[in-house]
T-cell receptor
């Protein structure tokens, strides 16, 4: 059982380019989340999905979009990347409601130049 | 506005108990206290959570004061692998958001 996988592990991207970060979980968790973590700071929620077919905005959603076509996958898209989106991105999932523990993926380190 | 206050850093000796304090003086009746930790370059890891009763699991114990304005995470026998940033988080029931602050950097020394 892999848990949560994220791809790519790291990426260097030119400003203005489109980028999709992938996240897949095999735990059949209903809820999934995307966070970003900037140097020296805690994680901030970008978007979340409490079940397949629904999504919601987190604390810092601007410049990002998500989709949840099925239970397992929750891709995060940067339509036109900017340098301020340089960060480490973590995907997470939790079972059956928001009060259950969140399981985090290994992260994607994104650099926008 | 920060919901929790934690010390910036602390050291503890390997094999000893590590007691990590957290103040959450504005906590509401429908808010839980969660603890996560993040080992360098990895994703955060859930440790424990509680509402008002003390809780214990295989990783740690959580002691919440009677007025719920503060709590302490106890790692009973710290090892070098427990070196990490520990986050105390107050979370509203039915709120999907985990709000991470800066946490406490815990260094376990041999």
């Amino acid at each position: 059982i892999a848990g949560i996988t994220q791809a790519p592990t790291s990426q260097i991207l030119a400003a203005g380019r489109r980028m999709t970060l992938r996240c897949t979980q095999d735990m059949r968790h209903n809820a999934m989340y995307w966070y970003r973590q900037d140097l020296g700071l805690g994680l901030r929620l970008i978007h979340y999905s409490n079940t397949a077919g629904t999504t919601g905005k987190g604390e810092v959603p601007d410049g990002y979009s998500v989709s949840r076509a099925n239970t397992d996958d929750f891709p995060l898209t940067l339509a036109s990347a900017v340098p301020s989106q340089t960060s480490v991105y973590f995907c997470a999932s939790s079972a059956d409601g928001p009060n259950n523990e969140q399981f985090f993926g290994p992260g994607t380190r994104l650099t926008v130049l | 506005d920060a919901k929790t206050t934690q010390p910036t850093s602390m050291d503890c000796a390997e094999g000893r108990a590590a007691n990590l304090p957290c103040n959450h003086s504005t906590i509401s009746g429908n808010e839980y206290v969660y603890w996560y930790r993040q080992i360098h370059s990895q994703g955060p890891q859930y440790i424990i959570h509680g509402l008002k009763n003390n809780e214990t699991n295989e990783m740690a114990s959580l002691i919440i004061t009677e007025d719920r304005k503060s709590s302490t995470l106890i790692l009973p026998h710290a090892t070098l692998r427990d070196t990490a940033v520990y986050y105390c988080i107050v979370r509203v029931v039915d709120d999907y958001k985990l709000s991470f602050g800066a946490g406490t950097t815990v260094t376990v020394r041999a």
